[in-house]
């Protein structure tokens, strides 16, 4: 018995309930199973590479259409925004607007579960698994979701909150009853349907024996049956457009339905909030960014590696304190008493990565050897926006995942291809190359412990990795001359280079280097300076 929980990351669901408008400010809450449906279709085509649904996504849609989801609603609360949209003309010299509203729920991290009461074949189930683990969002494009399948063992255990209302069945206080769109069985619309078409067509009957109907027939025939799609699958796959013209006031193959759901599920205040319980530590997690419009151009520049990091790290410090004293030293590098940490560089990391390779950062990779706790978790995860000097405005975050450096491997190509660069092969490597420029800690000197190979060294050594065998500069050419141009100062002018300049290196080893975390040294290198990969 499939059984599907859904988290919302961005802590939002924006979907209006059948019937409504949308300024009407109704929340379709529970989603409706037609709104399932028609999502794990639309995942289908967009995911799978379906030219048409497949004749074992045909008998699982069925099979849940044939039933009515149970619920688990997580405490949820109603908010919305108004937006003044210009219509482009003009009343007594002022543009004219139009005020709408957009609703919405506000989940926080809280996770919704739905459960079909019907048994699915093996095939059934990898399909159904494979689709809500690609769904990426579920009403409107804001409401971003994360899906898995749960176990029986797990649906066993979960407590409904709402579910469909069966024949003369009554709930007591705390419950009240909401209508939503669900889909007809498929065999009660295919019989349906046929004795419609049967009745129309009686109107248009053939010529009897083997006479050729006219063409003319056959239009009559063919245009009095198209409002009326074959099955249950065609008319999931059917738009508002289409069944509009076709004068029909509901989706054909809908039906309305009653819930029962407790009153508490959707709240005008403040929900009531769970607590959170506390995450196990991890040493990764990787972000992504995107821009408002989607456009790739519009993300920051790789040379702007340095201060990029920089502002997400004020962001994460200020989300873990709140106004507050901070203790949080895997974020700070600092302990509860405000000092430094002696160590090996095991606090932060955060490195802006240009995983496509088109010259435009898309990543931030946050690794932190001794471990990222529940503090910075949270602040990681649910920190939503970034900026970058001279954009179009805000920059959108979203995580992309957490675990370990070794889980980064399996990265769909071509995002795996960059990160395999910055950790290496499994074998280790015994060359390294910049990927952004080494800044010296301290002033150069031509030999000497302050030297370009005295400082790497150095470096090498406070990390607990071992000398190099070779520290080569490289030539200033078409793969090292970006480097120039990157931001090497820091904001705080108390923490500027001795020397502004940045230098393109290429360190061996005697023997194959095996990273456990990614080779970043020199200035800046918690801030994504000095990064090396290999070739």
């Known amino acids: 018995m499939p059984t599907i929980r859904m988290r919302f990351p961005g802590g939002r669901y924006h979907a209006t309930t059948w019937g409504h408008h949308v300024n009407e400010g109704q929340i379709e809450w529970p989603p409706s199973p037609w709104r399932l449906l028609r999502a794990l279709i639309a995942c289908g085509y967009s995911t799978q590479h379906w030219s048409e649904v497949p004749e074992v996504g045909r008998s699982l849609l069925q099979k849940l259409a044939g039933t009515l989801p149970s619920y688990r609603l997580p405490s949820a609360c109603a908010a919305h925004s108004r937006h003044y949209v210009p219509l482009g003309s003009l009343d007594k010299g002022r543009e004219k607007t139009t005020l709408v509203f957009d609703t919405w729920a506000t989940l926080s991290d809280n996770e919704l579960v739905i459960h079909w009461d019907c048994e699915l074949t093996n095939d059934e189930e990898d399909l159904l698994a494979r689709l809500i683990d690609c769904l990426g969002y579920l009403g409107r494009s804001e409401s971003w979701v994360e899906a898995s399948m749960a176990n029986d063992t797990e649906a066993s255990r979960i407590e409904f909150n709402a579910e469909a209302h069966r024949e003369g069945q009554q709930r007591g206080p705390g ?12 065999n009660e619309y295919v019989d349906w349907r046929e004795g419609v078409v049967e009745r129309l067509l009686s109107n248009f009957p053939l010529p009897e024996g083997k006479k050729k109907p006219p063409s003319k027939l056959l239009k009559e025939r063919a245009k009095i049956t198209l409002p009326y799609p074959v099955d249950l699958i065609d008319c999931l796959q059917k738009d508002t457009s289409w069944w509009k013209q076709q004068r029909w006031s509901h989706p ?10 407790r009153t508490n599920c959707l709240q005008v205040g403040a929900p009531h909030r769970i607590a959170r319980p506390k995450a196990s530590p991890v040493t990764t997690m990787l972000l992504a960014i995107t821009s408002p419009s989607g456009n790739r151009s519009a993300l920051p520049p790789v040379t702007r590696t340095l201060p990029q990091a920089e502002l997400l790290h004020r962001a994460l410090v ?3 304190g709140k106004g507050e004293r901070i203790d949080c030293p895997e974020l700070t590098g600092r302990d509860s008493d405000g000092q ?23 990543h931030i990779l946050i690794h932190a050897p001794m471990g990222l706790r529940d503090a910075a978790q949270h602040a990681i995860s649910t920190l939503r926006r970034t900026w970058t000097k001279g954009g179009v405005g805000e920059m959108q975050l979203a995580l992309a995942g957490s ?6 491997r399996r990265l769909r190509a071509p995002l795996r291809g960059h990160i395999t660069r910055i950790l290496g092969p499994n074998a280790g490597a015994t060359t390294w190359t910049s990927i952004t420029p080494f800044v010296p800690p301290r002033f150069v000197k031509p030999r000497g412990k302050n030297s370009i190979t005295g400082q790497v060294n150095a470096e090498l050594e406070s990390r607990g990795l071992p000398q190099a065998g070779t520290i080569a500069l490289l030539p200033w050419d078409n793969d090292t001359l970006p480097m120039r141009h990157f931001v090497r100062r820091r904001r705080n002018r108390s ?18 280097l095996v990273l456990d975390r990614p080779l970043v040294i020199g200035y800046g290198a918690h801030f994504g300076l000095g990064l090396f990969g290999t070739a």
């Open 175 to 186: 419950w009240e009853q909401i209508t939503t769109m669900a889909a007809i069985p498929d």
């Open 252 to 261: 054909p193959g809908s039906q309305r339905v009653v819930y029962w759901r």
């Open 318 to 320: 200020g989300r873990v």
């Open 340 to 362: 430094p940490l002696n160590g090996q560089h095991d606090h932060a990391h955060l490195l802006p990565l240009d995983l496509d390779n088109d010259g435009h950062l898309d």
């Open 403 to 408: 675990g370990d450096l070794q889980s980064l």
């Open 495 to 512: 923490h500027l280079p001795p020397v502004d300049v940045g230098y393109a290196i290429k360190i061996g080893f005697a023997e194959p």
